[in-house]
């Protein structure tokens, strides 16, 4: 049986979707039908935000998490070494933390020192480590909805130029901006204090959240017309 635990690390949560839905993912999905999935239950997301539903917010969000990572899955990417490579207890942009990006209004990208004894262990550190970085204070939840959006725009962008070209350095790209849009998930789960950890495990106490196998067996049909 497949299970996350919210203990659990990032890279758990990857292996466990890659157990869980590597195989129906392979065989039924392209990666654009990926990313489109994605794409889909991040506005259902927003669309939560719209009509102030929380639960509907935290459902969407945990699996568009999820789709997430199914594409870093497929593309071969340790998602958890991107984040931290990305992030290193310090904003990606500015490198301050907390980061002060809306008061330097820097327009570069500085480099960072990474300290690896700060890096966190385990899913729920790591979003501790994102609400330190970008504080919850003085932003709306719409805010940081309309970043998540913003950042799944530039993940679509970086996967059809590389798809498109195959050069490395859109690889790179991809890889940034796929932990870019993790950021954002912590990020809009910490303005609503969703704990991510403890509601991926109460989603998923047993494979697949609807079929409850794994690997799942849900149709594609399923799945394209799941309401959530
Ligand atoms: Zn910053
Ligand atoms: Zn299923």
Not at 132 to 157: C, F, N, Q
Not at 190 to 204: F, G, T
Request: include cysteine; proline fraction near 3%; aromatic fraction near 10%.
């Amino acid at each position: 049986m497949a299970q996350f635990k919210k203990t659990g690390t990032l890279s758990d949560f990857q292996k466990f979707i890659a157990e869980v839905y590597g195989l129906p993912d392979d065989r039924l999905y392209s990666i654009w039908d990926i990313l489109t999935q994605q794409q889909r239950f991040t506005m259902r997301a927003l669309k939560g935000i719209r009509k102030d539903n929380r639960e509907k917010i935290k459902t969407n969000l945990l699996i568009s998490f999820s789709w997430l990572m199914a594409i870093v899955n497929r593309l071969h990417i340790n998602i958890e070494e991107e984040v931290w490579h990305r992030f290193p207890y310090l904003c990606s942009y500015c490198g301050k933390l907390p980061c002060v990006c809306k008061t330097t209004k820097s327009s570069r990208r500085v480099s960072v020192k990474v300290d690896a004894k700060k890096r966190p262990h385990g899913l729920a550190l790591l979003q501790k480590m994102f609400g330190e970085i970008y504080p919850t204070k003085g932003r709306s939840v719409a805010d940081a909805g309309v970043h998540l959006a913003e950042e799944m725009g530039e993940v679509s962008e970086a996967i059809h130029n590389y798809l498109g070209q195959h050069l490395q350095k859109q690889f790179n790209e991809v890889k940034s901006e796929l932990a870019d849009f993790a950021s954002c998930i912590f990020g809009v789960a910490n303005s609503l204090n969703i704990d991510v950890a403890k509601e991926i495990e109460a989603m998923y106490p047993k494979n697949c959240h609807i079929c409850h196998k794994a690997p799942c067996v849900c149709s594609f049909s399923d799945v394209v017309s799941l309401k959530s």
